[in-house]
């Protein structure tokens, strides 16, 4: 639960800092983004700084919003899409 909690702080850090997602990767929704391995998540979430107009996302930027990705997921239903992390 702790780890949940952390998870969920770090995400309201990181958003604070992002807009709304672009189209592709933030039309995943919870249900494919946990089902689907660390590498296809981590092109999820890649594709989703990209939509927002960052061409070269850092390796530590995308982790992050991967994380922060994670926790929104353990506490949505499966079929909410990404691009509502950041309230768009």
Do not use: H, W
């Not at 992002?18 to 919870?30: H, P, Y």
């Not at 989703?48 to 991967?66: E, F, H, M, T």
């Amino acid at each position: 639960m702790k780890k949940l909690i952390s998870v969920a702080a770090a995400g309201l850090v990181l958003l604070s800092a992002l807009t709304g997602c672009g189209a592709s990767g933030g039309n995943t929704t919870c249900k494919d983004f946990r089902a689907s391995d660390s590498s296809k998540q981590t092109e999820t979430i890649t594709q989703i700084l990209k939509d927002k107009g960052d061409s070269k996302p850092s390796p530590l930027k995308v982790s992050a919003y991967k994380l922060t990705a994670k926790g929104f997921c353990e506490v949505k239903s499966p079929d909410t899409k990404l691009s509502e992390m950041s309230g768009s």
